[in-house]
């Protein structure tokens, strides 16, 4: 009888990040919500990093994220594989820049890894996929401006973090995003650049690992690799562009396009 309780209240949290009910999804998209909101306020608070009164909203904010990350962990069938996973590392590194930032404060900028779990969770995506067909329509596409967002965001974190207090050409946090944008997109005007070894460094790693990325996510988003479309014979739902053929069965498809 002792175990009884903590069971059921572990099948109710089970049934709320995995189940299928109206509530279930609810609190999902609550969490999605959460989540955007957090994100918008780590980059907005990015420019008053030094601000005392930003320590007691991310020790609460860090409170829930922990409070989350127990309930997952609780609920995880194979603990070891859960905390495995890269999602969970960025959340582990999250709440620790957010419950430590008299020690992490360097590492604030890791925060804004916070948004590679938006739109992850399979179950999220489920919901969405169901519910609205926009969505469903647009799946990949919507995938990769949250990538792009997030990797654009990252990298100048990166450089303002390293560069602030050792650059007089970086002052501000649109500074470093004016840097960050202009080298992505490889137009480079020349009138900040990053000094010392460190911001040599990554000027390298931007221009030629972020340069590559930039350009993938890019196309990723104006011309998507997969369309969706679903075969009548096997129900594959992912071809190629210009398929005429389904790659699974061989039927012919009628994947409407608007020509080159």
């Known amino acids: ?6 069971q059921t209240l572990k099948s109710r949290v089970n049934r709320l990040y995995h189940g299928k009910t109206p509530a279930a999804r609810r609190f ?8 955007l909101v957090t994100i918008s306020f780590f980059i907005v608070t ?5 601000a005392p009164w930003l320590i007691p909203i991310d020790v609460a904010i860090g409170g ?3 409070l989350d990350l127990f309930a997952r962990v609780w609920i995880a069938r194979d603990r070891l594989k859960f905390f495995l996973t890269v999602h969970t590392l960025v959340d582990v590194i999250v709440i620790l820049t957010l419950l430590l930032p008299l020690f992490l404060q360097n590492m604030a900028f890791l925060r804004i890894l916070r948004a590679l779990r938006l739109l ?3 179950h999220v995506l489920r919901d969405l996929r169901d519910e609205f067909t926009f ?3 647009h799946e990949e596409v919507i995938q990769s401006v949250v990538n792009l967002f997030v990797f654009i965001f990252f990298i100048t974190a990166l450089v303002y973090v ?5 650059n007089e050409d970086i002052n501000s946090y649109l500074d470093a995003l004016y840097f960050t944008v202009t080298t992505l997109t490889t137009t480079g005007f020349g009138d900040i650049t990053l000094h010392g070894d ?11 690992v972020g340069v590559s990325l930039f350009l993938r996510l890019v196309q990723t988003i104006f011309r998507p690799a997969k369309v969706r479309h679903e075969c009548s014979a096997c129900g594959l739902n992912r071809h190629d562009p210009d398929a005429v053929h389904c790659k699974h069965c061989g039927t012919v498809l009628h994947i409407e396009t608007e020509g080159e």
């Not at 009888?1 to 903590?6: E, K, Q, W």
């Not at 999902?28 to 989540?35: E, I, N, S, T």
């Open 1 to 6: 009888m002792g175990d009884a309780r903590p």
């Open 28 to 35: 999902r998209y609550g969490l999605v919500a959460f989540d």
């Open 46 to 50: 990015s420019f008053a990093h030094h």
């Open 64 to 66: 829930v994220l922990l």
């Open 120 to 122: 992850r969770s399979y």
């Open 135 to 137: 969505f469903a329509a």
């Open 162 to 166: 390293f560069q602030a207090d050792v």
């Open 198 to 208: 460190s911001g040599h460094i990554l000027s390298v790693v931007i221009m030629v």
